[in-house]
């Protein structure tokens, strides 16, 4: 059973760099032809896609929000990150990782808040 | 890209069946067989319930369907439960954007 967890600051100032890590486990992140992802739900609101990057290391990202963020992955920890750097209030969401398939995410972490304050 | 349009609730009494719509374009819902459907209750993570179009995850009731017609898809539960009550969101393949993937708006859905 493949299981990812996300680990991170919870609160992070304003025009810093978020950062995140998810930990894959039950599974190597290199098998498979999964794209592993960040996702990302303001209180209240709906989900926002951030980007994704495959086992190769190709990234993308979603255009609102490509000039801030990067992922990268880790293949000999098991894990991948996340890094969205000037960071506002407007950030202030919970962030899950995922895996991906044929579109579809059929794994996802807890989730973890990550709240944009001074 | 702009999101996928879901309507922002949908009720029902238990065993009725409700629809959710879901409703792109053709660069995303009508040109593409990659539509998804999740579930999601208050403070969890969403669950996937259907994948590529109509497709059942292993565990998840067959009381929820899913199908596409043009560029709208549709998730329908039957014989609605208490335990549907969540919000649902829709997400498909694009190709208007180098993301590759769109979430719908969001779906509330209330068992009277």
Same mark, same amino acid.
């Given at each position: 059973?493949?299981?990812?967890?996300?680990?991170?600051?919870?609160?992070?100032?304003?025009?810093?760099?978020?950062?995140?890590?998810?930990?894959?486990?039950?599974?190597?992140?290199?098998?498979?032809?999964?794209?592993?992802?960040?996702?990302?739900?303001?209180?209240?609101?709906?989900?926002?896609?951030?980007?994704?990057?495959?086992?190769?290391?190709?990234?993308?990202?979603?255009?609102?929000?490509?000039?801030?963020?990067?992922?990268?992955?880790?293949?000999?920890?098991?894990?991948?990150?996340?890094?969205?750097?000037?960071?506002?209030?407007?950030?202030?969401?919970?962030?899950?990782?995922?895996?991906?398939?044929?579109?579809?995410?059929?794994?996802?972490?807890?989730?973890?808040?990550?709240?944009?304050?001074? | 890209?702009?999101?996928?349009?879901?309507?922002?609730?949908?009720?029902?009494?238990?065993?009725?069946?409700?629809?959710?719509?879901?409703?792109?374009?053709?660069?995303?819902?009508?040109?593409?067989?990659?539509?998804?459907?999740?579930?999601?209750?208050?403070?969890?993570?969403?669950?996937?319930?259907?994948?590529?179009?109509?497709?059942?995850?292993?565990?998840?009731?067959?009381?929820?369907?899913?199908?596409?017609?043009?560029?709208?898809? &549709?998730?329908?539960?039957?014989?609605?439960?208490?335990?549907?009550?969540?919000?649902?969101?829709?997400? &498909?393949?694009?190709?208007?954007?180098?993301?590759?993937?769109?979430?719908?708006?969001?779906?509330?859905?209330?068992?009277?």
């Amino acid at each position: 059973q493949v299981q990812l967890q996300e680990s991170g600051p919870g609160l992070v100032k304003p025009s810093q760099t978020l950062s995140l890590t998810c930990t894959v486990s039950g599974g190597s992140i290199s098998s498979g032809s999964y794209y592993w992802s960040w996702i990302r739900q303001p209180a209240g609101k709906g989900l926002e896609w951030i980007g994704r990057i495959y086992t190769s290391g190709s990234t993308n990202y979603n255009p609102s929000l490509k000039s801030r963020v990067t992922i990268s992955v880790d293949t000999s920890k098991n894990q991948f990150s996340l890094k969205l750097s000037s960071v506002t209030a407007a950030d202030t969401a919970v962030y899950y990782c995922a895996r991906v398939i044929s579109a579809a995410v059929d794994y996802w972490g807890q989730g973890t808040l990550v709240t944009v304050s001074s | 890209q702009s999101a996928l349009t879901q309507p922002a609730s949908v009720s029902g009494s238990p065993g009725q069946s409700i629809t959710i719509s879901c409703t792109g374009t053709s660069s995303d819902v009508g040109g593409y067989n990659y539509v998804s459907w999740y579930q999601q209750h208050p403070g969890k993570a969403p669950k996937l319930m259907i994948y590529e179009v109509s497709n059942r995850p292993s565990g998840v009731p067959d009381r929820f369907s899913g199908s596409k017609s043009g560029n709208t898809a &549709s998730l329908t539960i039957s014989g609605l439960q208490a335990e549907d009550e969540a919000d649902y969101y829709c997400s &498909s393949y694009t190709s208007s954007s180098t993301l590759s993937y769109v979430f719908g708006t969001g779906t509330k859905v209330t068992v009277l």
